[in-house]
DNA sequence: CGGCATTGAGTTGTGCGCAACTCAATTGCG
DNA sequence: CGCAATTGAGTTGCGCACAACTCAATGCCG
């Protein structure tokens, strides 16, 4: 669509267009993982469990589903990685108790001194990519455009 | 590194931005997994089965090793989705008489003809990004050399 | 030629992501 | 007020990703 009448891309071009692009993207997506995954090592964290870390850190106690909302991620997800965290010492959580069905997760001293460590994981992560500032304020501003479209595209099938 | 002295970001302000970019990648990651499980519905295919097909329609026959290789998966992650592709109709699997370790997976009747089917997957994946050609490109080769650059980061480790 | 390292596929175990579900608490509406 | 609909956590089941492992086939080197 839109595009120039040049070269009429072929539904094969299309696919082999598509598979590149997912492919890439996928593939991004596990080597930052593979990456932090390293580098997580010695704090004991899953990235996931480093992403709801930073939420904790940023926003202090939040309720499950505040962290979802931050996330993008369900009760489903994030029932038993809050309880790895719990039985790791760095959380704990609570039914509120203005309203029983909420559970507030918060930070243990322990899992609050361990943002002290985590410090260093951004420096290093940032040396391996070799990016600027610059380049991943625009890499995010991308995805993020990315993301807002699809998750305009996806609700309206329901 | 690198960065004008007018504004030293702090280690807090690392740690924020790190989420930030984690998590704008990974929820791009999911948004187009979500779209896809959507339009692959039809196919019967999820997301990583659809990427493994297209890497059969375009290369016809081909070991699990070099499946491996263009979609960055080893045999641990390959081998239980192509016995589900077997067990679709899709795909077939047997060991090669050259060489006896290695399995070769080949399109079925059924699994080439899918791929009519498919041709109009990306099409309306395209339609719901609203990305054009060019930024698609754009994007493909940002997280082409994040990959590239973080592939070269992790293994000196190993 | 014999034996050892390497290679390719597969299995096992753990954690994540999501759909579909249950259950209790709360909200809202007649 | 009372009851149905909604909301928030949690559970279950399935598929994917990856580490660590097994096993057989192959390659290599003295």
Redo the contacts between chains.
Sequence with gaps: ???KPTEPLT??D???????????????????G???R?VLKDLGLT?PQY?VM??L??HGELPVKQIGR???LDSGTLSPLLKRLEAAGLVARERSTEDERSVHARLTAEGAAL?DR??E???R?????????A??H???A???R??A???A??PP?A
Tied chains: 1, 2.
């Design positions: 669509m839109t595009e539904d094969q299309f696919l082999r267009l598509d598979g590149q692009i997912c492919f890439a993207l996928n593939a991004a997506t596990r080597a930052v593979g990456l932090y390293v990235y992403l930073l939420v850190w940023e931050h996330l993008r943002r985590a410090v994981v951004p420096r992560i940032a040396a391996a990519t070799g990016f600027d500032l380049e991943i625009d890499l995010h991308r995805l993020g990315l993301t479209a699809l998750d595209a996806v099938e």
